[in-house]
């Protein structure tokens, strides 16, 4: 039997634009809090802003992201919200002032939930799906590689603190986005179903009520990945601190560099075995390898401990992230795909923003050391999120479908 093929031309284009998207948005988040207390003279607290409107932004428009990606056409969301993008890039050259700059932030993040929603939902469409698995797998993986070069590479263009250099180079990099998904050509099923969605009924669409912007059946899944998110923004947001805690900042890149190298071997092995087996082979040792690689991280007092902790979590981390998003969206009906990368993301994001906030706190009543405990240990409680969240709820829903088997035969 010939299996479909994953690495289309379509795929490999969509797959490039959301690489150079997420690396705009990583350049940024390093470089601009940077921007903010050097040039723009603000506060550490205005520096946090710097991130959080952003995150805000998004979290404010992700539940209507999906929405409008399943009614307009995923293509069609996916350049208005890069084209956006791109235009608060442009902006960002003549924000002087932090109250401007940060409006500018609040619109980029909406442009960003917009587009990462639909470029998500695009590639799902391509994948065959017998093979979602791998193929949402690989297609996580370009954003993992833009979390290793994003932060390096937004550093190199802050050096002379020449912010007219750095905004040159970010919007390059969202041009290139926007030409990539420009490019993309969907299949006609696709943009049958949209002309269907467009045709509906007025009364059919009357009102907005929460189940059409939030898929129900991607929800459980993604407040599992929520609690992912919560421990995670401890390393995105805090390691640099600790390394230099530690007198180890000279690895901070590498260690990020290790996380990912993780993520990329894994991957094929990991989209394989999903498809082929339970999702639950995957996911309860993830979840155990990342929280083990936090714990570890938090006693680190050496180099080697500190990229060891790097690997492990990388190898726990590659293996949550596609498995969840894959769930989100298998879990929901064809047509309600763009609702289901919406839920998951809008959580993801709830995650990440308020464990950036609260992993902040603990560290500043303790210390670094504490705070990726706790962070260990909320990733240990997210083993009981997923066993009464998914696991529980589909064994009984498989029991049903037997049952009702035996009952008709």
Known sequence: ????????????????????????????????????????????????????????????????????????????????????????????????????????????????????????????????????????????????????????????????????????????????????????????????????????????????????????????????GFTLAFSYSSLSGFIASFTKEIHQSQLTGYFFVAFAIMIVLFRPVIGKVFDKYNEHFLIYPGILIFAVGLLSLSQARSGLMLMMSGVIMGIGYGALMPCFQTLALKLAAKDRRGSANGTFFLLFDLGYGAGSYFMGLIASYTDYRMMYEVAGGVTLLSLAAYYLLHHVPQAKAKLHIQKSNIDVV
């Open 1 to 224: 039997m010939i299996r479909e093929k994953i690495w289309t031309r379509n795929f490999i284009v969509v797959c490039l634009s959301s690489f150079f998207m997420f690396l705009t948005f990583y350049i940024l988040a390093t470089a601009f809090p940077l921007y903010v207390k050097e040039s723009l003279h603000g506060n550490q607290q205005q520096m946090g802003l710097a991130i959080t409107i952003y995150v805000i932004g998004g979290v404010l428009i992700r539940p209507f992201s999906g929405q409008w990606v399943d009614k307009f056409g995923k293509k069609k969301m996916a350049v208005i919200g890069l084209t956006i993008f791109l235009i608060a890039c442009i902006g960002y050259f003549g924000s002087n002032g932090i109250v401007l700059f940060l409006v500018i932030r609040f619109l980029h993040g909406m442009s960003y939930a917009v587009a990462s929603t639909a470029t998500s939902t695009i590639a799902s469409t391509l994948i065959p799906y017998s093979r979602q698995g791998e193929g949402i797998g690989y297609f996580s993986m370009f954003m993992s590689i833009a979390m290793v070069i994003g932060p390096a590479l937004g550093l190199f263009l802050w050096k002379d603190e020449n912010i007219n250099v750095l905004l040159l180079g970010v919007c390059v990099i969202a041009a290139l986005s926007l030409l990539f998904t420009l490019g993309v050509r969907m299949p006609k099923e696709d943009k049958a179903n949209v002309i269907e969605a467009v045709k509906k009924p007025a009364k059919t669409r009357k009102g907005l009520r929460w189940r059409d912007v939030i898929e129900l059946k991607a929800l459980p899944i993604s407040l599992v």
